[in-house]
């Protein structure tokens, strides 16, 4: 068992995942596909291993105050 928020770990170190949300099983299954609606449900850009590892990282808008 490996618990984390860290979407990089869970995609380089798990072979499957779990999404709960307060004690509540939102998603079960590829961490990948868990990792880019976890994202998406926290209005977050995705951000693709492949890509960090490559050094190849969307350009992300600072936010605005």
């Known amino acids: 068992v490996f618990v ?3 979407l990089y770990s869970l995609q380089t170190m798990c072979n499957g995942a779990i ?3 307060h004690g ?3 998603m079960m299954g590829n961490p990948r596909e868990i990792a880019m609606a976890y994202s998406d449900y926290m209005g977050q850009p995705y951000l693709d291993p492949d890509l960090i590892n490559l050094n190849i990282l969307p350009q ?3 936010p605005v105050s």
């Open 24 to 26: 509540t099983v939102k």
């Open 4 to 6: 984390t928020h860290d």
């Open 60 to 62: 992300v808008p600072a």
């Open 19 to 21: 999404w709960m949300d």
